[in-house]
Structures are given as structure tokens and as C-alpha cells.
């Protein structure tokens, strides 16, 4: 079934992409999700002025990311207080949420939980790199600081110094 995607839909498409799907997964996840629509002659006809639309909103958009992006590249999330055991491991953990939510404290940057790329959470002391989906186009590498690492403390002061 073909149908037209109102939104993006990971490893999918993009909003206003005509895609070929099974009917089973369009009519029980895509359609009650209002992810898509059926692709009809007369809704293919009126994707031209939904592309252009949605162009300009995207283009809009990734201003906006880039703008953020300036504004955490190249500097160190830290974790200070990430209450640290013998052995250099974490109380608990570091995850998306928590990324997020200090992306929001400390440099007035707001993401939501999923666009923060962190494979696994994140259970000892340490420098990371995490990467932050700002916009589908605008993906950053965020350094993080979790604790207060013995060996590389000089280092990370270097960075907070030049910041």
C-alpha cells in the first residue's frame, strides 16, 4: 500500500514521502498513530505544496539546531556530582533523561531524551562522548565528565579553561 507520511518515521521516511508499506503495518500502526495517510491521486497531487511547506519549516528548524550547536560544541557536560564508589563506579547510572536534563541546566539547550545518542547507560567515572541529535541534519559530539577522574583532571581543566 502506498501511503503518505505527515510525520517522520524512523527508517522509514521523512514527512511528505510517498512509501511503500504492508497494509497490515500501515492500517495497525501508521493510520491510528496519524503518522500517514492513504496515497490517493488527489492527496499525491496536493504533496507538492505539503514538500514546499514542509521545506521551509525544516530549513527554519535547522537554523535553529545549528544555532544550538554552537553553543555546546567543543564544551564538557559535567557530571561533578555523580555520587562515585570505590572502584571509580556510579550509584546508579547516567542515561538519556539525565543527559538531557543537564543539557537544559547547564548550557540552556533543550533536547528530548531520545535525541541523545548514548548506546549504553553510563555506570563509571570518566570522560565520554555522546553524541546529541539537535535537528535530522544537525547531530553534535558532546563531551561528558562524570565525576572527578584522577587521571585526567589536568586535561579536562585545560578544556574548562579555554571554554
Known amino acids: 500500500m502506498k501511503v503518505i507520511l ?3 518515521v524512523e527508517k522509514l521516511g521523512h514527512a511528505t514521502d510517498v512509501v511503500e508499506v504492508a497494509d497490515g503495518f500501515a492500517r495497525n500502526y501508521l493510520f491510528p498513530r496519524s503518522l500517514a495517510s492513504v496515497a490517493t491521486k488527489s492527496s499525491l497531487a496536493s504533496i507538492e505544496n505539503l514538500k514546499r511547506q514542509e521545506e521551509k519549516k525544516q530549513g527554519k528548524l535547522r537554523v535553529a ?3 544550538q550547536a554552537v553553543k555546546i560544541e567543543g564544551k564538557t557536560l ?3 556530582d555523580a555520587h562515585v564508589g570505590t572502584g571509580g563506579k556510579l550509584y546508579g547510572s547516567i542515561g538519556h533523561q539525565d543527559v538531557a536534563e543537564a543539557l537544559q541546566a547547564q548550557f ?3 533536547t528530548e ?3 541523545v545518542l548514548l548506546d549504553d547507560p553510563i555506570r563509571a567515572e570518566g570522560f565520554y562522548t555522546v553524541g ?3 535537528h535530522r541534519d544537525v547531530i553534535v559530539d558532546l563531551k561528558l565528565q ?3 577522574p584522577v587521571e585526567e583532571t ?3 581543566e585545560a578544556e574548562a579553561v579555554e571554554a
Do not use: Y
Open 65 to 67: 539546531a545549528q544555532e
Open 146 to 148: 562524570v565525576g572527578n
Open 132 to 134: 546529541i541529535k539537535l
Open 6 to 8: 505527515t510525520q517522520d
Open 154 to 156: 589536568a586535561e579536562a
Open 78 to 80: 559535567m557530571f561533578a
Open 113 to 115: 531524551r531520545r535525541n
Open 108 to 110: 540552556g539547550v533543550e
